[in-house]
């Protein structure tokens, strides 16, 4: 219970410390929620073009973009700190977390607060609900609890996917492009069914880099879609237990990837 409160403590100093700039905070909201707005208008263009996407509708591909968007959120509001992590080891900044009664990994997280992403979630929540009334959505007590279990196991995917490759950092310290381009990989892949991709793309979406397990497999499922899909309908159900499995394998790469710390003596 100490650790938890000291935990609540340090995200709460960083929350505090972001909103003493109310007019940066304002500005970085709509910072955000501007771009992700301009890139679902590519995408509406894209889908409108060819009246649907893979047998996808407007409403549809909305609701995808839509999950994929808030997990994405919820996953820069957790997690967004991987980002910063080679300047931590490099600055020798890292030293300290590790003589503090907490988890490093736990301290990285709260160390500051992007808050853009608060444009993320608002961005996605607000088209989750434009596309609930025109995607023709069955909505049971089943389909409403996957969606909420969805997007925070769809957070935890990409956590995990950051996590590990963070990881790395710990033996080659300059990893920031790998990260980058795998969180684009995410954010340009992850809006679209992957079934309108070749075959090989496909799995490499699913296996090999898990972005379809974000929004596309529950989403389907929610969509009355799951029988499309190329693989079991049950990962529909079960994409949120992959999202906290993969998360927790992460932090198990995490842990020992740690050991090879070494101080920059800065």
Request: with cysteine; glycine share 10%; aromatic share 14%.
């Amino acid at each position: 219970m100490e650790r938890l409160a000291i935990l609540r403590n340090m995200a709460l100093t960083s929350l505090q410390a972001e909103f003493q700039y109310r007019a940066n905070v304002i500005a970085s909201i709509i910072g955000g929620f501007a771009y992700q707005l301009t890139g679902f208008i590519v995408v509406w263009i894209v889908v409108a073009r060819f009246d649907g996407l893979g047998g996808w509708t407007l409403p549809e591909i909305t609701f995808l973009y839509g999950m994929r968007l808030t997990a994405h959120g919820i996953f820069y509001l957790l997690f967004s700190q991987m980002f910063d992590l080679d300047r931590v080891l490099i600055s020798g900044e890292f030293d300290r977390y590790l003589v503090r009664p907490m988890s490093p990994l736990l301290q990285l997280f709260t160390r500051k607060l992007r808050v853009n992403c608060f444009g993320d979630l608002i961005g996605g929540v607000l088209l989750l609900a434009f596309a609930a009334t025109g995607a023709g959505i069955d909505w049971s007590p089943s389909s409403l609890a996957l969606l909420g279990a969805a997007v925070i196991g769809g957070a935890l995917v990409e956590g995990s996917v950051q996590v590990t490759m963070g990881s790395l950092g710990f033996r080659f310290l300059n990893i920031a492009a790998v990260r980058v381009s795998t969180n684009e990989v995410f954010n340009i892949y992850g809006n679209y069914p992957v079934t309108i991709f070749p075959r090989v793309l496909e799995y490499l979406l699913t296996f090999a880099l898990p972005v379809a397990f974000v929004a596309y497999f529950p989403a389907s499922t929610i969509l009355g879609r799951g029988d499309e899909l190329s693989v079991s309908p049950l990962l529909g159900w079960l994409a949120p237990l992959v999202g906290v499995a993969l998360f927790t394998i992460a932090v198990r790469i995490w842990t020992r990837q740690s050991r090879h710390y070494q101080s920059s003596g800065s």
